[in-house]
């Protein structure tokens, strides 16, 4: 497994500092990652912004193995769920742009006026129409527990399953969150222990509850419990067993840090590393 880390990492940055694509592969060589995982999210001009990052990889040695997008197939209008793919499609070009062999995707979740099963559908059609897609260009996605609708880990592999079955290609596989599956009330390294054989990237996140006097903003479990993100290493997440479900099915692919905290990402970042490189 190589460690790398997500450019979601340095929201704070992005907002707080005006920090851009190629400064933050830069910060990310400074803090000692091996790699990067570029969003869609964070362009502003295309062609640029793609420009100034491959110049900025080359600079730094760094590969981008890793595009995410996040894309919401739980739309009633199929006009909408087409834009959607589309996003998909955008996320398999760029990627062959910058060599990246993995695009992070999510499925959607439940809206007001729409079933779960509705949307379910939705999710599978769109996920396969992006997988023939991604294995005409030779790019894996993987799909990430987001939300409800592919929260646990039972849903992630139900849902692959299906696509899978469906597109007649295995390229949709997983990108496990170990911080999102708290949200479901999922213990992490169980939900991974369902997941780990389909993994084709891994979000490598921690939270731990949120103290009972923070003001401050939080994320909510389904149960009502609040966390909030640390560095790695610092939460309640079970990152050990974690890394040994990954181990025991073979994986070998990017543990990507995400980190979600308050604390500056600057300082932040470079410890959680350090510390993902002690689980390994």
Request: proline share 3%; net charge negative.
């Amino acid at each position: 497994m190589r460690i790398g880390v997500s450019m979601y990492s340095y929201v704070q940055s992005v907002k707080n500092s005006g920090m851009d694509i190629p400064s933050f592969i830069h910060e990310a060589k400074r803090a000692g990652a091996e790699g990067v995982e570029l969003l869609e999210y964070f362009y502003k001009d295309i062609d640029a912004d793609r420009k100034a990052a491959l110049q900025a990889l080359e600079e730094t040695g760094l590969p981008c193995p890793i595009f995410s997008v996040g894309q919401n197939f739980a739309k009633i209008n199929p006009e909408e769920r087409r834009q959607q793919l589309q996003k998909i499609f955008f996320g398999v070009d760029e990627a062959l742009q910058y060599g990246a062999g993995v695009v992070r995707v999510f499925a959607g979740d439940v809206a007001e006026g729409i079933t779960f099963d509705q949307a379910r559908s939705w999710i599978i059609e769109g996920l396969c129409e992006g997988s023939l897609y991604a294995a005409k260009h030779g790019v894996k996605l993987a799909l990430e527990n987001h939300g409800t609708l592919a929260g646990r880990g039972d849903q992630v592999r139900g849902i692959i399953d299906d696509v899978r079955a469906m597109s007649g290609t295995d390229v949709l596989g997983a990108n496990p969150d170990t911080g999102n599956f708290l949200l479901v009330n999922q213990p992490s390294h169980e939900a991974i222990k369902q997941v780990a054989s389909y993994a084709n990237m891994v979000h490598f996140k921690d939270f731990k509850a949120a103290p009972a006097d923070l003001e401050g903003w939080a994320y909510t479990a389904l149960d009502g419990k609040r966390f909030v993100g640390t560095a790695i290493g610092e939460g309640e997440v079970n990152l050990g067993q974690c890394i040994q479900e990954l181990k025991d099915v073979g994986f070998e692919g990017w543990l990507s840090v995400e980190y979600e905290g308050g604390e500056d990402p600057i300082t932040a970042i470079p410890r959680s590393i350090s510390n993902a490189r002690k689980y390994l």
